[in-house]
Structure formats: C-alpha cells, structure tokens
C-alpha cells in the first residue's frame, strides 16, 4: 500500500494505492463519513463487485445503496444525472450520506458532478477502476457531464475526500482499455518524469501474452508515480487558472480536436486521440525547435509498442482541423499548446501558428 | 443611489441600489468583463425591457443575446436549463462572455446556476426584478434548479459580481407579488432590526389607492436595510454551515412545509407561506417562553395590513406536518427553528418537541 496526499489546506485528501480492498473500509472510517453510503456505479462493474463491495462496507458499518448507471460514454449525461438524483432522493429521502464513485472516467465525472450539486455539495470518495481514472480523471476534482453542443460543457471543480485505487482490478480490464490508459502514463513520463518514461520502455519490450502481464511488475509504480505528478500540478493549480495545470494537456489540443472530429465515437479512445496528440505536439515543437533531443523516434516506437496509433485513419483532416480552432483552450485566437522540451520538460507555448499545426496534422492523417 | 459591499475576500461584491438603470453600464464597466454579455430573462420582462436594456449596454460596449424562459415556476428545471445551456452555446461558440440574470428568482436561480456550472463556471451579475429577488434571493449566492424529487434539490454557493437593484421597476409588479416580497421584509425585521419592522408598521397605515404607492416612500430604505442585513449575514457565513445565515429561516421551517403540502401550487406564493410560518414560529416561542414581548398581535396585525395570510385554509394539515418532518433542516430527528426573543432579534432552538409544533400548525389551520 502508497499513500499519497493531494495539499489543498482544509481540502487535502489522501490517494491510497492498494492491491485489494482489503484498506478500504478502514479509509472510509477515517473520514468521519455518514453512515448511509450510495454507490454509483456501471452494470458490468456492479455485476463483478457488488457482492464484494456491499460485504466490505457493511462490516466497517455502512448503509449501502447502489445506483447503477448503464455501461455507456453517454450515461455522461443530464437524463442520467437526472435518474440517479431522482433515484438517490427516493431512497435516501432526507437523511444525510456519502457517495462512493465506483468506476472508470464516466462514473467518476459524473458522480463527482452529482456529489457537487445534489443539495449544493455532499461528499463523495472516489474508487476508480480503469487505468485512465487512477491515473488521471479521478484525482483532482474535475468533474462534470456532456450536453448536445459540447463534452464537459457542464461541471464543476470539487475534490473528494479519498480517491482509492485498486491495481488487481485492472487485470479484469479489456486490453483497449489498459492501453489507452497507458497513453496518459505516457504523457506523464514525457511531461514531467523521465524515469518514468523509461519505466514504460522497459515494461514494454518485456514477452508476455497480455497487456496486464506486461506492465505488471511496473504497475503499482506507475499508478503512483501518475498520482503523484497530477497531485502536484493540482495542488499548485486547483482551478486551471495559474498555466500550472495546463501541462497536464501535453497531446490534448489535438487529441480533443480528433475525438471532436469523429463524433467521440469507437474509433478513437481518448487515450488513442492523445497518442496522435501527442506525437503531433512533439512535432510542432521540432519544427519551432524547442526539443532539444530526439523525442520523436522514442515516443513514437514506444506508443507503437503499446498498441497505441500514429497516425490517424478515416477521418476528415478538415474536422480536425476547425475542432482544434474552437477548443477551448485557445488564447486570443493563437492556439496555446503544451509543447516537450526534452522528456520529463514541457514548457506551454502561446502563439503558434496555424499554419505550422495544420501542416503537423495533415502529415499524422493517411 | 445606495451602494454596499458583500464582504467575501477576493469574491466581494457590490450590492447597487438603484432608481433606474443609468447607472448599470458604469457598474459593469468597473468589472473588467468579457464584452459579450448574455441576459437571461423571463418573456414577460423582455417583452418590457429588452429595448431599454440592449440600449444601454450597447452604448457600454457590450455585444448583447438575450435567452428568454417562459414565464413560469416550472422554468426552474433540468429540462430549462438543458435548453438554456444549449442555446447559449449555440450562439456563443467558444469566446468567454458573462451572464446576466435580469429577473425574479426564478431567474436568478436558474442564471446562477447555469453560471455556476458552464464550463466550470463563469462570471455573472444579478439584476433582479422582484421585491422578492431585490431583498433576498439575488443577494448571497445561493443558486439552484427543482427535481421531480425536491425543490431547489440541486445547486451552488456562488456568487455573482454584481447586485444591480432598480427599485422604479417594482412598480410593474402585481400587487400579490409585491405583498410576498413584503413577507420577506417584515422578516428581516423581526430577526435583525426593530427600525425596519416599524417602518413597514408606518408604511402599513398610509391611505394609498395601490400598494406600491403606499410602500413608495420607504421602498429605498426597505431595499437598502434588507440587503444590509442579507449582505451581513452571508459574509460570516457563505456556505450555511456556521448556524449565522440559518437565522434567514425564520418563518421557513413552517413556510416551506406549506408550500411542499401545498405542491407548490398557486394556493400560496413563498411569502404567503412564510407569513403564516412566521406566526407559527412566534406562537411555538411564546408556549417555550422565549418571546421577551407581545410580538404575535403585533406581527398579525401588520402581515393582515400588506394582505397577507395568518391562518392556512384548504391544506391538508397532516401533509404540512409530515413535509415539515422531511425538511433538510432537520437535525438528529428533532426540529430546529428560528424563534424570536423579541422584535429584532431571534435565537436558534434546536429540541424542539414535535408536539408543540403540531398544535401551533393545527391552531393555524381552518
């Protein structure tokens, strides 16, 4: 067991990295929780845990209400928000509780949003379980749901007051899954942590018949090595606002803009858009020669490894392109990117032209 | 013009009242917002004021889109906001803007909470339009929308930048709105500031063909002592959480149970209910010997004089009971109320036995 702690004065919450379950009641105890827990959670995930999950809360002494939500990118929305407060309210009625997200980016995001606003704030806990939530999407408190004219276009900043991550619970995880989680451990090797970056090297040139029995000699390293750079970057930039937190978008901008430009549908995971993204920044910052090594080759065979894309496939250069003009990062109508100066050192760069970013993303399109 | 400042540290505001909008531009001028401006407002208020007010902020420099809601209770809701959230990014693509809520609270409550959370949040003013919104609901950040489930069952703490009051615009009010609002401001008298209560007192006893008219020589003062009041009480304690804003229920605990017995219905507006709740919580504190004096003659006579009802006709009195029961400001199964010492000042009784409370609502009921 790691424990980490993510400093935001009277908001500071730990971030347990843990092989089982078997710590969890005792962290929830710690907490001076209400009694009355309700976990929101996916089908597929509720299928697998919930006997398991009710048994360890019930012997540390919670009430457990579970609120499952379907298996779906688009339960990220305000129906679905509006079932589950309906359905939390009718069970809970007026009685104070906690609420437990149990599961990847889309139960995370949008049970963190629920925990914001139901009743202008209860506190919730985080138990994220795919690769991308431990790593990224449940620490920090950015939460929020998709509306028909924008992804994330709703939402909130609101830390929990736990995030506990299970690395065995990532073996049941399908392999598409671990490696689009493996583009954002990727991302932070290349943007803050050069050992890190090697780690990933090494996992990946290892012979072993699945992804999971890969990366697992690394993957309790990886999860807090992960934990500790996004813990860092939050805790000196809670809100976005300071340039602190814009690091963490090295492979973003692109990577937004390719999701936006297929319809966030199959064809690009999130980790999978980035690992265009980033190849794309790395290439950006070449040609404004702000690399000062070669990181091109090395990220690019190290992505390939991981079964991740270099290039993109099928979709529309032109879409990619007006998505990446509209995202909302751009300053004063110059796109902003996060560009690596060498791997474990990113500096954010303002006035890019849109020529030298068109001609990058035309050159990653067959 | 009368000007106070809400003290939050860095999220301090002003609070402007004013006796037309000649004064708005300058106020948001002082800001330094975004140049497009986006107001949302009832059909019935843009109908009245749009010409005025794009006038007046296109002369500021401001690039206006007005969002209209229908004019109904029901525009609190998920479904508005869906639309509301939509629109505005349909019109407003990616550039930043700020919002305004120019309207009752209603308005306010759904602006507030759009602001809140569009994009994590953006900056906002409120221009509200009631007496209602003018002494309270504008004031102090407290912002949300109504479920199938609960009223104002999700929401936010957050606050607006600016106040804008315009008290010539209450005379468009029809008379039962401003009479609710006035419940409101009998309220702040009883809790906070005897002068107030005697004010309303001598406004009560002018001879005037329409209630505006008779409240007109005071109405200034009335906004001005109540958003002093509000103003105060929210700066020690934002979020609700230290018993100092709790004080604001007075008359609530009771009113909100009518109101929810009632559905919500048209059969009693939120001062009306408050009226009664507020005699309710007079007569609970006489039978536990809190009251210093005869308030309850006094504070009937005056609610009777602004048309205000002291008993409750038509309304299931065991629904209030059991509404009142549920309320969230229940604490460990026994009711908190705010009970009057004397006029201008109440106290916070947290064991009250529900008996009491019983009777006093079964001896308002006919």
Known sequence: MKQIKLKLDKRSYPISINSDFGNLAYQLKKLNLPNKA????????DKLYRVDLIDILDKGGFNVFIEV??????????????????????????????????????????????????????????????????????????????????????????????????????????????????????????IKDRGLFELTESLAAREEDTLFNKIKPGIEEIVHKCSLIKSSVVSRDEKDSHGIRAILNFGHTVGHAIEAASNYSESYTHGEAISIGMLCAVEVSNKLKITKEDILTR???????????????????????????????????????????????????????????KEVIKGRTR
Do not use: C
């Open 69 to 190: 939500i379907p298996d779906s990118e688009s339960s990220k929305s305000l129906s679905q928000l509006n079932i589950s407060i309906n359905n939390i309210t009718r069970h809970i009625g007026s009685e104070p509780f906690f609420l437990i997200a149990f599961g990847g980016g889309v139960v995370g995001d949008l049970s963190g949003f629920i925990a914001s606003i139901y009743k202008r704030g209860v506190r919730y806990v985080q138990i994220p379980t795919t690769l991308l939530a431990q790593v990224d999407s449940s620490i920090g408190g950015k939460v929020g749901i998709d509306l028909e004219t924008g992804k994330n276009l709703v939402g909130a900043f609101y830390q929990p007051e736990l995030v506990y991550s299970n690395i065995s619970i990532l073996k049941t995880l399908p392999d598409r899954e671990l490696q689009s989680g493996m583009a954002e451990v990727i991302k932070y090797g290349v």
């Open 299 to 357: 990220l690019e065979s190290l992505l390939g490894f991981y079964n991740l894309p270099v290039v993109m496939t099928g979709i529309n250069t032109d879409r990619v392109i007006s998505a990446f003009w509209y995202d909302k990062k751009f300053i004063k109508g110059t796109p902003r990117m996060v560009l690596p100066v060498k791997i474990g050192n990113v500096k954010i760069i303002d006035d890019i032209s849109m020529d030298v970013v």
């Open 38 to 45: 309700i976990i929101v959670t996916m089908e597929s995930l």
